[in-house]
């Protein structure tokens, strides 16, 4: 099993491009998340989805959008790029909000 | 909202020295998680805390859920440099938490020798 599998790896913007970030797990995993870790900040919610069609945001959710089309894949998109979502972005899963969440490897993303 | 904090930010020890750190939330949680972070690596699942004053143990490792259900403990033995990383609890609160799993803000270990 690939797991939860994130592209791209590494990636550089400029301000006020977009793109979307992809995620895709193949545990057939209801819930799905979106988090960014900054240093010391830990890791903070961006949106999350509790199945396909169902979506709900986190706490900091703006300058993000996402949709759930399928159970296996959730995209975030960036709309405008600002400086201040350099960040590294992990996208994780899980069958039950009370067991623990698989991550992928992350996206590390640079805004210039 | 739902904050979750974390003592220490860092904490050097030497290899064998014991090691503890603390998690604090701002709400009474439904549970706790305990995850690790390698440096350059993903956030791993370690274990998962439900009851009041539930401690669990994984070989040198020891997880301590408090009894009012806002506090968590993880506490390793005799350290190893295997050790290294970043420790994160993580919970979801009981009222308005819904489905939304909170970390905190981790404590980066570092190990010598």
């Known amino acids: 099993n690939a797991g939860v599998t994130q592209t791209p790896k590494f990636q550089v913007l400029k301000t006020g491009q977009s793109m979307t970030l992809q995620c895709a797990q193949d545990m057939n995993h209801e819930y799905m998340s979106w988090y960014r870790q900054d240093p010391g900040m830990g890791l903070r919610l961006i949106h999350y989805s509790v199945g396909a069609g169902i979506t709900d945001q986190g706490e900091v959710p703006n300058g993000y959008n996402v949709s759930r089309s399928t159970t296996e894949d959730f995209p975030l998109r960036l709309l405008s790029a600002a400086p201040s979502q350099t960040s590294v972005y992990f996208c994780?899963?899980?069958?039950?909000?009370?067991?623990?969440?698989?991550f992928g490897s992350g996206t590390r993303l640079t805004v210039v | 909202g739902q904050q979750v904090m974390q003592i220490p930010q860092y904490q050097h020890v030497q290899e064998g020295e014991d090691f503890t750190t603390y998690c604090n939330s701002s709400?009474?949680?439904?549970?706790i998680q305990w995850y690790k972070q390698r440096p350059g690596g993903h956030p791993v699942f370690l274990i998962q805390l439900v009851k009041s004053g539930e401690v669990k143990k994984q070989k040198r490792l020891t997880f301590q859920f408090g009894e009012a259900k806002k506090n968590s403990s993880l506490h390793i033995t005799a350290t190893q440099t295997t050790d290294v990383g970043t420790y994160f609890c993580?919970?979801?609160?009981?009222?308005?938490?819904?489905?939304?799993?909170?970390f905190g803000t981790g404590t980066q270990l570092k190990v010598e020798l």
């Open positions: 709400t009474t949680l439904s549970n």
């Open positions: 994780a899963s899980t069958g039950t909000p009370l067991a623990g969440y698989t």
């Open positions: 993580a919970g979801i609160g009981v009222t308005g938490g819904g489905n939304k799993l909170t």
